[in-house]
């Protein structure tokens, strides 16, 4: 998508300066949203336009994002990808569990967002990339 449409590319899980607590439990980051969104708005003080990809850029409010695209993924092929990864059990049925309840499109809906969601493997239909590049986003 990034290249498509000639726009720089950050990946959150990326930005050491968000991970601040270690939940031991789940083996991952805790991230403070609000210092999520300080973050991103350094970066577009930058770039006023980019592709911000992770798992919280649902959380970034409606003002500070102009389009969200949230890609879903079906339960099979998720957990094969979390096991391939060596993640714990837990943290594999929460993973599961969010996306079988769609709670990232909930989320970003309750941020004001109406999401553009798409199915699939990572790709996008060219219809999908046509249309994300016409609309004034």
Known sequence: LSSFLSLPYVNLSSLSSLHKQYDTKRNCWVIDTSELRKVVKRILKKEKHLIIDGH?????????????????????ELRKRLKKRHYSSKKIKDNLECEAFDLCTLEAMEQGHRPLVVRGDRSFSLDTLAWIKTTNH
């Open 56 to 76: 919280l850029s649902h959380y970034l409010k409606k003002n500070e994002v102009g389009l969200c695209i949230i890609v879903r993924c079906e339960l099979k």
